[in-house]
């Protein structure tokens, strides 16, 4: 059976520190992995392809580093892959 992730706590640390996270990476993508930042890379494949190199699909939480309010105005899903 797989382990599910809820990813609740990535996704309060992504907005905890979206500010900075904007402030020096505007435009990228960000991957958290509990409360740690995996690193920030310019594209959401780029960032994919890094997290699963070393982590199972679904453990971990992608988003784009933006200053646009509205971009995050959107559900968040938990993508299980088979």
Same mark, same amino acid.
């Given at each position: 059976?797989? &382990? !599910? *992730?809820?990813? #609740? !706590?990535? +996704? $309060?640390?992504f907005? %905890?520190?979206?500010? %900075?996270? @904007? $402030?020096? +990476?505007l435009?990228?993508?960000?991957v958290i992995?509990?409360? =740690? @930042?995996?690193?920030?890379?310019n594209?959401?494949s780029?960032?994919? &392809? #890094? &997290?699963?190199?070393e982590?199972?699909?679904g =453990?971990?939480?992608?988003?784009l580093?933006?200053d646009? $309010?509205? +971009? *995050?105005n959107?559900?968040l +899903?938990?993508? =299980?892959? &088979?």
């Amino acid at each position: 059976m797989k &382990a !599910t *992730y809820d990813l #609740e !706590t990535e +996704y $309060k640390f992504f907005q %905890e520190h979206l500010p %900075e996270f @904007v $402030k020096e +990476y505007l435009g990228k993508y960000v991957v958290i992995i509990g409360q =740690s @930042v995996l690193g920030f890379y310019n594209s959401i494949s780029e960032a994919l &392809a #890094e &997290a699963v190199k070393e982590h199972e699909p679904g =453990s971990f939480f992608i988003e784009l580093c933006t200053d646009n $309010k509205d +971009y *995050y105005n959107v559900v968040l +899903y938990n993508w =299980s892959v &088979a």
